[in-house]
C-alpha cells in the first residue's frame, strides 16, 4: 500500500472513532439529562406520599389510631428530610407503615384515601423508571471503549435507589375490606 493510501485508512478510522465517541457523548448526555428528570420525578412522588401520610397522620388520628398516627407523622417528616442523611431507610420506613394501616379507614374521606393509594403506586412506577435509567446509563458508561476514553470519567456514577415499594400490598391501604 502507498503511504496515501494508508493516510486514508488512517483518517477513515479516526473519523469513525470521533463519530462513535461523539454519538456516545451526545448518548450518555441524553442519559444523564434522564436521570436527572426521572429523580426530579421520584423525588416529587416520594414528597407527595410523606405528605399525604401526614395529612392522614394529622388529620384523621382516631382512624389509623393514636398511636399509628404519632408514628407515622414521625416517619413521614423523617422521610421528608431524613436526619441521618439516608433517604432510602427513611423511605422504607414510611413504606412499611402504610403497609401497616388498617385495611379499613373509617371516617377518612374517599379522596384522601384514592390520593394514599395513586400516591404510593406512582412511586413504585418513578422509581422503577428511575433505576431504568441508572441501569441505562451505567451500562453504557461501563462499556470498555468508554472506559478507556474516560467518556464523562468525572461524574459519579448515578446509583439506585432501592426501596421496598410493594405497591400492590400498599394499593390496598385505607380501602375498605370487600
Known amino acids: 500500500m502507498t503511504p496515501d493510501a494508508w493516510f486514508l485508512v488512517v483518517g477513515a478510522l479516526l473519523l469513525v472513532l470521533v463519530a462513535w465517541v461523539t454519538w456516545t457523548l451526545t448518548r450518555l448526555s441524553r442519559l444523564e439529562d434522564r436521570v436527572d428528570r426521572a429523580w426530579l420525578a421520584l423525588d416529587t412522588q416520594l414528597q407527595r406520599r410523606a405528605g399525604v401520610a401526614e395529612q392522614l397522620a394529622r388529620e384523621y388520628p382516631a382512624a389509623v389510631g393514636e398511636d399509628r398516627a404519632e408514628y407515622l407523622a414521625a416517619f413521614a417528616a423523617d422521610a421528608r428530610r431524613p436526619v441521618d442523611g439516608d433517604r432510602e431507610l427513611a423511605e422504607n420506613a414510611l413504606g412499611r407503615e402504610l403497609r401497616e394501616l388498617p385495611g379499613d379507614l373509617r371516617g377518612v374521606p ?34 470498555r471503549l468508554a472506559r478507556v476514553l474516560r467518556l ?7 446509583r439506585y435507589f432501592d426501596i421496598d415499594d410493594r405497591h400492590e400490598q400498599a394499593a390496598g391501604a385505607g380501602r375498605p375490606a370487600t
Open 110 to 143: 374517599a379522596s384522601l384515601r384514592t390520593d394514599l393509594e395513586g400516591t404510593v403506586i406512582r412511586v413504585a412506577l418513578a422509581r422503577r423508571f428511575y433505576n431504568d435509567a441508572v441501569r441505562d446509563t451505567q451500562a453504557l458508561r461501563r462499556s
Open 152 to 158: 464523562h470519567g468525572r461524574r459519579p456514577l448515578p
